[in-house]
Each structure stands twice: as C-alpha cells, then as structure tokens.
C-alpha cells in the first residue's frame, strides 16, 4: 500500500532524521503568529501521540528513559489523501486500484471511490511503469512526483476507471507549508545541553538530504555519502551536524527514472559519485539536491546528466 504525500510519509521523514542530530530541546510555547488556542490544540494531540506510542510500547520498556530529539525544517506540502496498491508492479499493470481517501481530503474532492483504478495523471500513463529497485510499482512514484511539481492552484487531472468507464476528475491543488518543528523528549534536554556547550565556540550548522527540492526546478533527491571524507551515520538519518564552515561532500543522485524522460533507457545509467564544496554558515542548514540537466540527458555513461547542488539555505538554531 501507498498513501501518496499524506501524514504517513511525513511521519517517515521525521523519524529518518533523529538520531545525528542532537539539537536543542525547545519547550512549546506561543509565538506571535499563534493562537494560545492553536498552543493548547497541538499540546493535547501530542499529549495523545505519546499515549498511543507509550501503550503500544513504540518507546520500549522504559519510556520514561527515552532520550530523543526531533528538529525539522519547514516543509511544502501537497496531500491529496489517496491510499493505493503499490506493493508489487504486478498489481499496478493496469493502473493504481484506489484502497481509500482520507475524508475532506483533495481526493475526495476530486470524486475518487474506493475501488477506483487510476490510470492517468495530468495525461500520463501510469500503466505498465514496471517495479523500482525495491520491487514497489513506480506507478506510485509517478503519480506522487507529478503532484509534487504543481504550483499551488494547479489543475489536477486523475483519469479512472470505475464500473468499465473512464472518468475524467479534475480539481485544483493547494499546498500547505508546514512550519519547522523542534521537540525534545526525555534526556533529550540534557544532551543537548552539553552539546551546545560544546558547539558555542566555533559555531555549528547542518547539511541535509532530505527531499523538499521543488520538482519544476529539475531538482531531485540526492545521498550524502561522505561528509570531508568520512561516512556521516547512524543509517537512516538524513541530516547532519557539523562545524560551521566549508566542507566536502561525496553526493549521489536519486533521480527517478520516471522523470528523465527517456524511457527504461535511463534505468541504464552509469551512476557515478560527483563533490560538492559546501560553505555551513553558523546557525543555518544547507540543502542539498541532485539537478537534471535536460540540455544533457542524453549522457547517461559520463554522469553529465545531473549536478549536486545546494539549493537552499535554511536559518535554523545549532545546535
């Protein structure tokens, strides 16, 4: 299953991003641009989400000795609330089978049903895409980076197939921006304490992997895999902190096949490794991206094709 751009995936994200990153353990507090109505409504649903994790067990046998920092930049999102069949390439021959819409969602908007087959976005094909390296349908991937490309109030298409008729739904998009987060849990607090009193002399910033890059611009995901010549960790994490200062990167794309444009053909590529020379400034966190070159997408043995960049520069409190 594949629940395309809604709160499950930016649950994945986050928690790809705790472990490197012991940053501050901020309490939660009223800003000028919040409510203290807003305050107290995502103080109860947090108060909830560590109920449902505690009694899970999620948190262990001893929650009480958790020791967890979540620091997250701000975020564009689009949630269009569709679950779908994306477990194999077999199930998606013929087209996404729709599981459910998440209520008030854009889906529901647009009219998709359960049991719907999507087969088009925006006028592509989503038949026949094949598997990626994990075995799940890149019909999935399509439709998700489609969506990613519209700006806000863009018309999106979905043709299904529901009863044996195709059916046109069309509706505009809006994306919402999810401000940045910081939590702290546990001994959290007090290892960021100690780290900040490390980091206070020279200063610290952040170098990030995570995929926020605006697909109108060609810009793609990309893996960080050294950081001044040492492989940065633990697994999984996608942020990372370090000195302020310049800093030499080994970067690999993560551009999917699907968005080059050139068929299976692009699933051929010789991916090689590219550097970057990144410069931290203190207190801020720096983005990095794989850049299509459409001028050269033909390149596919000499890595031509794609460029790592920083695309963005975040202003975000170290540690």
């Known amino acids: 299953m594949f629940r395309i751009l809604g709160l499950s995936a930016l649950i994945t994200a986050s928690a790809g991003a705790l472990a ?59 949630d269009l609330g569709l679950l779908v069949d994306s477990t194999n390439a077999a199930n998606a021959r013929d087209g996404l089978r729709v599981l459910g819409a998440t209520p008030g969602s854009t889906a529901e908007q ?17 038949r026949d895409l094949g598997a990626d390296d994990r075995g799940r349908a890149l019909a999935a991937t399509t439709l998700r980076t489609d969506i990613e490309q519209l700006a806000n109030g863009a018309t ?7 009863d044996g008729t195709r059916l046109a739904l069309n509706g505009p998009v809006q994306a919402v921006t999810l401000p940045a987060v910081k939590l702290g849990l546990g001994a959290a607090a007090a290892v960021a304490s100690e780290a900040q009193a490390g980091d206070a002399a020279s200063g610290c910033g952040r170098i990030s992997m995570q995929d926020l890059a605006p697909r109108q611009q060609k810009l793609y995901g990309a893996l960080i895999l050294t950081i001044d010549g040492v492989t940065p960790g633990p697994q999984g994490v996608k942020r990372f902190r370090v000195t302020a200062g310049e800093h030499k990167l080994e970067v690999a794309e993560r551009i999917p096949t699907s968005s080059m444009g ?11 490794l590219k550097n970057l020379t990144v410069n931290v400034k203190p207190n801020t966190t720096v983005l990095i991206a794989a850049r299509f070159n459409e001028d050269r997408s033909t390149r596919l043995n000499d890595g031509g094709y794609w460029d790592p960049v920083a695309w963005r520069e975040i202003p975000e409190s170290c540690p």
């Open 262 to 272: 050139l068929g299976e053909i692009a699933s051929l590529r010789s991916t090689k």
């Open 20 to 78: 490197a990153d012991a940053g501050s353990a901020p309490t939660l507090a009223a800003v000028s641009a919040v409510s203290p109505a807003t305050v107290q409504r995502v103080r109860e649903e947090m108060h909830q989400m560590l109920m449902r994790l505690a009694t899970s067990g999620a948190l262990g046998a001893h929650p009480e000795q958790v020791s967890l920092t979540i620091e997250e930049p701000e975020q564009r999102a689009i």
């Open 156 to 162: 999106l298409q979905l043709d299904v197939m529901r």
């Open 110 to 126: 647009l009219g998709v049903h359960p049991g719907d087959l999507v087969v088009a976005v925006n006028g592509r094909s989503l």
